[in-house]
């Protein structure tokens, strides 16, 4: 698992505070909107929709907020006119990061960006200058208890699942967009619990961060996150799990 995977688990274990859960319901309401607008209201017929869906239920999105943002999407409802946006930049350490985002004003969305960057010790980058770095998978988080390594892996790799790593209380799936749907089904057909499933974007390579450039990037990442119209944050760094630890329970 990559650095950034690691730290995105370990925020994940933190305590959701209101102002957070708010956060992540703005996130979660553009999402399904713009999902809709692109791709139209039935999740059966509109993947992204219906992951943005999960998504919603995953955090116990109230039912009344997401039927407003998928009506939004699909015109019955006024709305905000938002488009997909992806920033490439560079961070302290030159760490690779692709900032992905829904926007209604691209001008502000951009110098606000920036100045985030900047004050933090990294840089915007020129287009296609740090994508190359990244591919996109799908990952699954499968609790343990239920079934063994062995039947898990088997599960996976029968569904299409590209790989699985053992962690200390979930199996993580990796697999390839096109079979993520099936290996997703799959494991809910088991009846095995799902902590999160997502279509996100991993490094190639990594880059080893230590000392005081690990701090400011963690510092970086975390507020291009708070900003309201950044949907997903992605880096290539690796950082010790210690040294994450210790950030993530400030």
């Not at 950034?4 to 708010?22: E, F, L, M």
């Not at 990294?122 to 998978?137: D, E, I, Q, T």
Request: glycine fraction near 8%; aromatic fraction near 4%; include cysteine.
């Amino acid at each position: 698992m990559s650095g950034h995977s690691k730290w995105a688990t370990i925020k994940r274990k933190k305590a959701v505070t209101d102002q957070r859960r708010g956060k992540v319901f703005t996130q979660v309401s553009k999402e399904i909107t713009i999902a809709a607008k692109l791709g139209g209201g039935d999740p059966d017929g509109n993947p992204r929709l219906r992951l943005a869906i999960d998504k919603a239920k995953a955090c116990n999105m109230p039912a009344d907020n997401v039927k407003r943002a998928l009506q939004k999407g699909t015109g019955e409802l006024p709305g905000v006119n938002y488009e997909d946006m992806l920033y490439e930049g560079y961070g302290p350490g030159g760490v690779a990061m692709i900032i992905e985002s829904v926007t209604d004003n691209k001008n502000r969305t951009v110098s606000e960006l920036r100045h985030i960057l900047e004050r933090n010790g990294g840089k915007l980058a020129a287009s296609n200058s740090v994508a190359y770095m990244f591919h996109k998978r799908g990952t699954v988080r499968a609790a343990k208890g239920t079934v063994s390594e062995d039947d898990m892996l088997s599960i996976a790799l029968d569904a299409g699942a590209d790989d699985m790593t053992v962690e200390k209380d979930h199996y993580e799936i990796v697999t390839a967009p096109n079979t993520f749907e099936a290996v997703k089904k799959a494991v809910e057909a088991k009846g095995i619990h799902i902590e999160e499933a997502e279509l996100h974007l991993l490094p190639e390579t990594t880059v080893k961060v230590e000392g005081h450039d690990a701090e400011r990037v963690l510092k970086l990442v975390e507020a291009l996150e708070d900003h309201d119209d950044v949907q997903n944050v992605y880096a290539n760094f690796d950082i010790d799990e210690k040294v994450l630890a210790g950030f993530g329970n400030e």
